[in-house]
């Protein structure tokens, strides 16, 4: 079992930043990949990047790339999301994921956070 825990999610206007954090504990391998995920209302979860224990990072949304960074503290069992230059359309419910492989399909992870609100205005 592995259990995840994000933080840092909030309200800024554009173009400010946000720091997301997920606490990991549990079996190891299980959480060798470890991302963040979004689902805004009436929308489909998306994949937005992800990170191996050895910290080869993987992009499924292109766009994101030079606005968030990934990081993971395997001393801390924790992976970051560093959120800059924010968008109105950016707001959502923000997810940590964890799994032994990597995938953009959020169906593919056996392992979630509660959850923490993004929300960017105008």
């Known amino acids: 079992q592995v259990q995840l825990a994000e933080s840092g999610g909030g309200s800024v206007q554009a173009g400010g930043s946000l720091r997301l954090s997920c606490v990991a504990s549990?079996?190891?391998?299980?959480?060798?990949?470890m991302g963040w995920f979004r689902q805004a209302p009436g929308k489909e979860r998306e994949g937005l990047v992800v990170?191996?224990?050895?910290?080869?990072?993987?992009y499924y949304d292109y766009s994101l790339k030079g606005r968030f960074t990934i990081s993971r503290d395997n001393a801390k069992n924790t992976v970051y999301l560093q959120m800059n230059s924010l968008k109105p359309e950016d707001t959502a419910m923000y997810y940590c994921?964890?799994?032994?492989?990597?995938?953009?399909?959020?169906?593919?992870?056996?392992?979630w956070g509660q959850g923490t609100q993004v929300t960017v205005s105008s």
């Open positions: 549990g079996y190891t391998s299980s959480r060798n990949c």
């Open positions: 990170i191996f224990t050895n910290g080869v990072t993987i």
């Open positions: 994921a964890a799994d032994e492989n990597c995938s953009a399909d959020w169906r593919q992870y056996s392992y």
